[in-house]
């Protein structure tokens, strides 16, 4: 669970400080925001195939490892 956190943390500031500079720079919200998203506009089928399939297998891990220790929890007590 503390990996899945961090992860949407250092994801969540890496986002801000992009939208961040693009504001800076002079671009509005919608721009700056479709600048962040345009990269995964531009994957092949294969690409967003294993870029979905990567990201299964992490949350799917997260929630056996999370279920697993509360079921080891559940037992224990």
């Known amino acids: 669970m ?3 956190g961090i992860t949407l943390l ?3 500031c890496l986002m801000a400080f992009s939208l961040g500079l693009d504001i800076l720079q002079g671009f509005d919200i ?3 925001w479709s600048n962040a998203v345009s990269p995964f506009r ?3 089928m294969a690409e967003l195939v294993v870029l979905f399939f990567l990201l299964f ?3 799917g891990e997260t929630a056996y490892t999370l279920f697993k220790s509360r079921k080891k929890r ?3 007590q």
């Open 10 to 12: 250092m994801m969540g």
């Open 57 to 59: 297998l992490f949350f």
């Open 30 to 32: 919608s721009d700056a």
């Open 74 to 76: 559940s037992t224990k």
């Open 2 to 4: 503390k990996i899945l």
């Open 42 to 44: 531009v994957m092949e």
